[in-house]
């Protein structure tokens, strides 16, 4: 049990976003925060590592069977996570990749979190996907602003002129949790608390709505998108 913060974001992930991944993942580890992920390549795999680095206890959510290490690349991180905290999934054991089974593991990260961090996304993908899924289940949702001429901090920006809190560093974080000194999150929020979401509400209009006036992919499209 405690708190539990999503780091997600583009497997394309730039130098930045991977830094500022690895800071978040081992800043939330060292205030005792378990950090969650996708066990995948860019900024899940570094939120998990900088998560190992602070002594902290990850919690790797993955897409395939639990003996099915994907990507290959990740076999080290997959094995550290599995023995340092919780590798979690929903398939059968011997379940190969399928490009619509990340999605499906994007609504468990977005349920396994008090708040859900995207640090880089592209216009499209999967972590803005996960960003609606915890929106709907009345998680908060923050996003770390990127340069305005990288493709890969699009979807993060989209979401912050949408009204979904920054996310600068750690403290933003513990912040959101609201930790204080008793070390222990306020309850998850019944719905979302940021004046976009509530206006869409008070409208009737979901997220999803807004961003295919916005050119983005309908949530149906988004379901073919890896994370």
Known sequence: TGPCVAV?????????????????????????????SGLATGVAAAAHHGALAGGGVPVGVVGTGL??????RNRVLWERVAAEGYRCGESPLGTPPARWRF??????????????VVVESHRS?????????????????????GSVR???SEGAHGLLAQGVGPCTG???VLAALGLGRAGSP????ERSTTPAGQARRARGVPRSAHRRR?????????????A
């Open 170 to 172: 750690v403290a933003d």
């Open 186 to 189: 306020s309850p998850a929020p």
């Open 214 to 226: 916005c050119g983005r992919p309908s949530r149906s499209a988004q379901g073919r998108l890896r």
């Open 8 to 36: 997600v974001g583009t497997r394309r992930c730039t130098r930045y976003g991977h830094d500022v991944a690895r800071e978040l993942g081992q800043g939330l580890a060292l205030a005792g925060v378990r950090v969650v």
């Open 67 to 72: 003996d099915v290490v994907y990507p290959q």
């Open 150 to 152: 990288s493709p890969a």
């Open 103 to 116: 999605p499906s593991r994007n609504r468990l990260i977005a349920a396994l979190a008090h708040v859900v």
């Open 125 to 145: 993908g999967g972590a803005l996907l996960t960003a609606d899924i915890a929106e709907a289940v009345g998680r908060t949702v923050l996003a770390v602003p």
